[in-house]
């Protein structure tokens, strides 16, 4: 199981940074072994390819979490509302 603390962390990171719309959503969850899973719907994706969230997505948590923090996160989705929908 992933650390709470820094799934904490990780989770208003990116709300109080790129993510902070308040229909802007962010999930983060664990993955396997002690890893972590990031999963943010948010219209700031239009017409953004799927490396492009993913490099938006690494971007602010670079900004703000040290390399053994953002090393742990081993999955990122970004996703529109309208494609979440499809699901």
């Known amino acids: 199981m992933a650390c709470e603390t820094l799934k904490q962390k990780i989770q208003k ?4 940074s790129y993510f902070n719309d308040a229909k802007d959503f962010v999930d983060v ?11 943010v719907v948010s219209r ?5 390819t ?3 969230r ?8 670079l900004k703000h979490l040290s390399d053994e923090e953002w090393g742990l ?15």
């Open 73 to 87: 996160v081993s999955l990122l989705i970004g996703a529109t509302p309208e494609e979440v929908r499809i699901w």
């Open 44 to 48: 700031k994706f239009n017409g953004h």
């Open 13 to 16: 990171t990116l709300k109080n």
């Open 50 to 52: 799927m490396m492009d």
């Open 29 to 39: 969850s664990d993955g396997a072994a002690d890893f972590i899973h990031v999963v």
């Open 54 to 61: 993913g490099d938006i997505i690494w971007d602010e948590l």
